[in-house]
């Protein structure tokens, strides 16, 4: 066999060293002038294509680089800015393209939601009264640059205009296959200049081919590739798909463009079945995508080249694309400078650049079959099954678990109403408060050894403490610590849990220059010791008011780590909650009896095709029950979730059966209350009154519209008024102002309500 061909997706943005983030919080904090900050991301551009050129790829993306998300890059390359940010037309400028992203004091920023089944959002465009118009060809300049600078000949992504208009908000349905022509219009400008400029090569990416669309969807789909193919021929098209299998395998590989991209890991047994049914058209490249770009376990490369082989009785090795399943933005860059993990672990690892070279490992054996390739390719795998026979890995026997509560909602709610005496409409936050830069460095210094426990307990009581007092001064009816011990809400758990590992430096990129570092789950995992008790008692023994414990629940747990990949998914997240059950009964018996269980990533891990749903969210709210059940009625608990789209999970939702539960709703506010409309919601509900994803101040007045409007479709006694979301990517100034607005609103919505009543 020989001329197998190598390829990539995406590379990550954010940078070995998180060098990306850094540059960006400083300009937007006035540290450095455009000018140098358009320099120094041109740098690490490069920098990215030649850590791609010396992994010896065939071809590397181009045009996947972004100063934010790759969404809101392709709105403003067609000119796609709502009317608030009263853009001129031409190239939108830099500071409204970071308005959009974040919002200004004068107008609010678009809604951020979550890309796919990940842990990475993206801005949703707001389509009304726009039409689309090519005003800068972002892939074509980034084309030019790599060739001019670095003599390549990269391969330009685009997110294609099917799946940017199902992203995208604003309009009817009905209007759906017009703009979406429209749109074909511009794209065909922009794969025309490309073509112009010496591009031969160009992926779209439309992975919403893997959602559950419609035979009518679809056709449109093929028809606007038609079109566009028709406009702009000899420029060859790569529709790249990923995150799971195909919806309509035959239509998909049978669209008039030179390449299909599949997604062989998440999708491996629908795409592999359906090529084995229906083979796969003579004269198409298939990228396959083989190499898991969402976890960060190193590949079995045996088997891995047992399956190109496989591949090649359906397509010929000439027209045959190894590459990762999905862009390498969900895994971190490099384990260069993981120096501390333990070796076996180590071992059974792969990131980006390992990831790459697990590519060209491949490559090497298949068109160069020496002995010495096909050997390295057998230590490879030794030292990943190492890991995987590990002890680490012994079955471990779960107790059974309650999954009920022994009093209904309405028996506990009277108990609960009794025990606290709460106003109407009570307020409340998420959990956490600004972790100010002074926390994380002396967190750093504390981890390096360079600050005593002692110290760093200090640090953090003296913050509880001052969090405390504002909090009283503010007003707020129930209470939270405000989570300062914490990295973040996944990590600092998995760090007191056996079973989890961490890396230096894994980090991934969340939204704009957020990023996480997800733990990776390797063992069983057990309860250890107490994670939470002593920071929230001493909390509490500071206030007379409720302060709400706050623990990240089981399927948040799971979905934001890396997870162990030989057991299924449901058995590692009942061995979390069982730890998590732990916890809880700790607090309830310390006295603290509101408990907050987040799960924000529950929503997030619903599987995108609908005939998965129902299994998932069986065992998502099986978990969260199982920690949340073992305790006393009056024992209150709160869970809270962001970015939800809660239609599709409602019941689900329901089931969990909380207490009270809080909701992002803020930057989709009209969506979420239609949603409650039709569906009624009898526990205790907090909807965010305001965006905490943005620097920009609530007024007072935008808060009580947004009550009322709610007040319309629940009821008054069970509704609870908080922010979207915790509050530590805010300043304290910010923080203070907001909340005291938002108490304020309250305040005044009670009296609306009282007056309504009477
Ligand atoms: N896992 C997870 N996913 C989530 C969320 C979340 O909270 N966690 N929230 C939603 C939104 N996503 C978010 C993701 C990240 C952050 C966030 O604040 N990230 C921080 C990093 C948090 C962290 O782990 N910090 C560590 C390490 C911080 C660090 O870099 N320390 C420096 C010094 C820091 C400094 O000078 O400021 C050092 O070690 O040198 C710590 O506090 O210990 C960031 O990017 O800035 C917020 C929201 C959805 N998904
Ligand atoms: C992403 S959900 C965050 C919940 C957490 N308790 C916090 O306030 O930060
Ligand atoms: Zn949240």
Not at 56 to 73: A, E
Not at 426 to 440: D, L
Not at 553 to 575: H, M
Not at 673 to 702: C, M, N, T, W
């Amino acid at each position: 066999m020989n001329s197998l061909t190598s390829s990539n997706l995406g590379y990550p943005r954010i940078g070995e060293k998180r060098e990306w983030k850094k540059t960006l919080e400083a300009f937007w904090k006035g540290k450095i002038t455009e000018a140098s900050f358009e320099k120094v991301m041109k740098s690490y551009r490069l920098q990215y294509l030649n850590n791609q050129i010396e992994r010896n790829l065939d071809y590397i993306p181009v045009g996947d680089f972004s100063l934010y998300d790759h969404v809101l890059d392709t709105a403003v390359m067609f000119g796609l800015v709502p009317d608030r940010f009263q853009y001129q037309g031409g190239k939108v400028p830099l500071s409204t393209y970071f308005a959009m992203a974040r919002g200004t004091d004068n107008a609010h920023a678009c809604e951020m939601t979550k890309w796919f089944d990940t842990n990475y959002h993206y801005i949703v465009p707001e389509l009304k009264g726009l039409t689309p118009k090519l005003v800068e060809n972002k892939p074509l300049q980034a084309f030019l640059e790599a060739k001019t600078e670095l003599n390549v000949i990269g391969k330009p992504v685009i997110l294609g205009p099917f799946t940017f208009l199902k992203l995208s908000k604003g309009f009817d349905q009905s209007e759906f296959a017009d703009r979406l022509n429209q749109l074909a219009s511009v794209y065909i400008q922009l794969l025309q200049e490309l073509k112009e400029a010496g591009a031969t090569f160009v992926q779209i990416d439309e992975p919403s081919l893997v959602t559950d669309i419609s035979e009518e969807e679809m056709s449109l789909f093929t028809s606007v590739y038609h079109f566009i193919t028709d406009q702009v021929p000899d420029l060859d098209i790569i529709v790249q798909t990923y995150f799971e299998a195909v919806t309509h395998y035959d239509a998909v590989v049978n669209l008039p463009v030179k390449g299909i991209g599949l997604d062989f890991v998440a999708g491996f047994e629908t795409n592999f079945a359906a090529i084995t049914k229906h083979g796969f058209p003579k004269d198409k490249i298939l990228a396959a995508g083989i190499i898991d770009g969402r976890n960060i376990w190193k590949s079995n490369l045996e088997e891995k080249l047992t399956f190109i082989k496989e591949l090649s009785t359906f397509v010929d090795v000439e027209r045959l694309l190894i590459q990762p399943s999905s862009s390498l933005l969900h895994v971190p860059v490099s384990l260069t400078h993981e120096t501390t993990l333990d070796r076996t672990l180590k071992n059974a690892l792969a990131f980006s650049h390992e990831k790459l070279e697990e590519i060209n490992m491949l490559k090497k054996a298949i068109t160069v079959p020496s002995a010495e390739h096909l050997r390295a390719i057998q230590a490879h795998t030794q030292s990943f099954t190492e890991l995987t026979n590990s002890n680490w890995r012994k079955k471990v026997e779960r107790n059974p678990l309650a999954t009920e509560r022994a009093a209904t909602f309405n028996e506990r709610h009277k108990l609960q109403k009794k025990k606290w005496k709460l106003p109407l409409l009570p307020t409340t936050t998420i959990g956490s408060f600004p972790q100010t830069s002074e926390i994380r460095q002396a967190r750093a210094r504390w981890r390096r050894n360079e600050l005593s426990n002692e110290a760093y307990d200090a640090l953090i009581k003296a913050e509880i403490k001052k969090w405390i007092e504002i909090q009283e001064k503010i007003g707020l009816d129930v209470f939270v610590h405000g989570e300062f011990e914490r990295n973040d809400m996944v990590e600092f758990f998995g760090e007191k849990l056996a079973g989890f590992a961490f890396s230096k430096n894994g980090w991934v990129q969340s939204y704009g220059s957020r990023c996480v570092k997800p733990p990776i789950i390797f063992g069983n995992v057990l309860f250890v010791e107490p994670m939470t008790v002593n920071e929230t008692l001493y909390a509490q023994s500071l206030t007379e008011k409720p302060v709400k414990g706050m623990l990240t629940g089981p399927v948040t747990i799971l979905n934001w780590s890396f997870v162990r990949d030989d057991i299924p998914k449901k058995e590692v997240a009942f061995q979390i909650a069982e730890a998590l059950l732990k916890e809880v009964k700790l607090l309830e018996s310390a006295g603290i009896t509101m408990i907050q269980v987040d799960e924000p990533a529950l929503r997030e891990g619903l599987p995108l095709k609908k005939t998965q749903h129902n299994e998932y969210l069986t065992w998502a709210v099986e978990a969260f029950r199982m920690s949340t059940s073992q305790i006393d009625h009056s024992t209150q608990i709160h869970t809270h979730m962001c970015y939800c789209d809660f239609n599709d999970i409602i019941d689900s939702i329901r089931a969990l059966d909380a207490d009270v539960i809080s909701i992002e709703t803020s930057r989709s506010h009209a969506e979420l209350i239609s949603a409650f409309e039709h569906r009624q919601y009898d526990k205790g509900i907090g909807l965010g009154v305001y965006d905490i994803h943005s620097p920009r101040i609530p007024k007072e007045e935008e808060m009580v519209t947004i009550i009322q409007r709610a007040l319309t479709v629940l009821p008054p006694s069970l509704f609870w008024v908080n922010p979207d979301c915790g509050l530590k990517t805010r300043t304290e100034q910010e923080t203070v102002a907001a909340l005291s607005n938002m108490v304020q609103s309250a305040k005044k919505a009670r009296t609306m309500v009282a007056i309504t009543n009477s």
